[in-house]
């Protein structure tokens, strides 16, 4: 396993000043190198961050621990029976909240008063985070403001946003199960706010499954499969994973904001050079993308998009998957 002191970790205060040229140059390095990076100085409190980190942990504890610990022994129990089946199991337990296009916040179960508010409110920061990012990579592209977070919003306007809550309880057997299984993210723009004492999360760069460190208030950025075809694969989502570890409870609590249901999404034209013309990435609408990610997940990105590419020719209007 590569050690991760090169990953990429970007100062956003520095995007104010006078380094302004060398904070971009780091973030597009970051984003063609790596697709992945970690922001500190981001604008988001530390009292926020830490209220969520210490009202997420309380939640699993007081709510999730003892249903989890039930699901841990028939898991362990079946993998050890099965080793195929536990190559299929993840070793996390996770709840989702939807922010956009409308909350279910108050649907989900188990949540007190005060948790839910804490979750809109730090959501309504992530959202905010997610879109200066998104000016900030058109700005290193080279498209106008606000290209995409356009893209993102579709004819109905608004972007899918939401948020997976993930807890990663110690594991007896890490050799059998994984903490999350590698894959790439479906979505647009990534926004983690990680356990900084208790890590895991490795992405795999050249050919190397390298560490994201854990950092006190970071925010850890990657980005998703919509992004790489927008850009015409000038960045690429990145095959990532969670390593389960035999001590600690790792918290993760993941924003996903993504483009809405409707929205087309295809190559950036200014992106795509004369000469590519004809090996440019699909045109499709994200929920019928997502309908062939969920059933692929775990699996290589590039048949996804051969896929649209070869309905694209064969339906040059709108592409349905059954």
């Avoid at 209220?51 to 079946?78: N, P, W």
């Avoid at 309504?124 to 606000?146: F, I, M, Q, S, V």
């Avoid at 890590?199 to 925010?219: A, F, N, T």
Wanted: proline share 6%; hydrophobic share 40%.
């Amino acid at each position: 396993m590569a050690a991760a002191l090169s990953f990429p970790i970007i100062d956003m205060s520095l995007l104010d000043g006078a380094e302004r040229p060398a904070a971009m140059g780091l973030l597009r390095d970051a984003c063609e190198s790596w697709g992945f990076f970690e922001i500190l100085n981001h604008g988001i409190s530390t009292e926020l961050m830490d209220e969520v980190e210490k009202m997420t942990k309380d939640h699993y504890k007081r709510v999730r621990e003892q249903r989890f610990l039930e699901f841990a022994s028939k898991t362990l129990k079946e993998g050890c029976d099965d080793v195929n089946k536990a190559e299929k199991l993840d070793w996390e337990s996770t709840f989702f909240v939807r922010h956009l296009p409308e909350s279910n916040i108050a649907d989900i179960p188990d949540l007190d008063d005060d948790y839910r508010r804490l979750m809109k409110r730090f959501a309504a920061e992530l959202e905010t985070l997610a879109e200066r990012l998104l000016d900030l990579l058109c700005e290193n592209l080279g498209l106008e403001k606000g290209y995409l977070t356009k893209a993102f919003r579709g004819p109905a306007g608004a972007p899918t946003f939401g948020t997976k809550v993930s807890s990663y309880p110690p594991c007896p057997r890490p050799d059998l199960v994984k903490g999350l299984r590698a894959h790439t993210d479906a979505g647009g723009i990534i926004l983690l706010f990680q356990d900084d004492r208790v890590g895991g999360l490795q992405l795999l760069k050249d050919g190397e499954w390298v560490d994201v460190p854990p950092m006190r208030h970071s925010i850890v950025v990657n980005l998703g499969d919509q992004l790489e075809v927008i850009t015409n694969g000038r960045y690429k989502s990145v095959i990532h994973r969670v390593v389960a570890q035999t001590d600690g409870n790792r918290m993760s609590i993941a924003s996903f904001y993504n483009p809405g249901s409707d929205a087309v999404i295809s190559p950036a034209p200014a992106l795509v050079k004369e000469e590519e013309a004809g090996e440019t990435y699909p045109k499709f609408v994200f929920e019928d993308y997502m309908k062939l990610y969920v059933r692929h997940k775990f699996e290589a990105k590039e048949p996804r998009f051969e896929a649209f590419k070869a309905m694209e020719t064969e339906t040059p209007n709108r592409i349905a998957i059954a």
